[in-house]
Each structure stands twice: as C-alpha cells, then as structure tokens.
C-alpha cells in the first residue's frame, strides 16, 4: 500500500470517529451522488475514496433500496481502524 496523501488520511479520520457516506449505485441522473448522514468531512474527493476502497481501508457494508434507486453505504475497515488507532498520536503521516 502507498503512503497515503494529507486528505486521504483526514478522510480516514473521518470514517474512524463514525463517519459513513451513501452512495447511489443505480443508473441514472443520480448515480455517483454522496450522502453524509452524519456532518460532511472538511474535504471530500471521490478519487480519495476510491483510493481507500481499493488499499481496503474502507469497505461497502450495505445497499438500500429507496423509491427504487439503489444506494451503498461505505464504513471503515478493521483494517483501516488499526491503521487509524495505530497511528494516533504521532506526526507520522498514515
């Protein structure tokens, strides 16, 4: 795994203090559109989180149906979690 850059670490952090995002997963004008249930993190890229996805640190836990459109929430990893805690505390960059 690359070290990881400034914002995704701070999107890491995000996902770690409970953070989650929704994303719509149907074709359409919709598809790709994020959800924050909770407060939106400081800066959001999709490439970040796609980036995260692929090193495993987030993963897609479910997918809801709402008025037809398929929506899939994305939550932090085991593995991004012992990532994030073991690291916590130190200038270190992740």
Known sequence: MAKLTSAQTEL???FA???TVEFCTSLGNQLGKALFP???PKSFNK???NSLLRYGLLIPTDENFHFGMRWSRVEISNRG????SSREGSDEAI
Not at 81 to 84: C, I, Y
């Open 12 to 14: 890491l952090k995000y």
């Open 17 to 19: 203090n409970g953070g």
């Open 38 to 40: 909770k407060a939106k």
């Open 47 to 49: 490439l970040d989180m």
């Open 81 to 84: 979690t012992k990532l994030v």
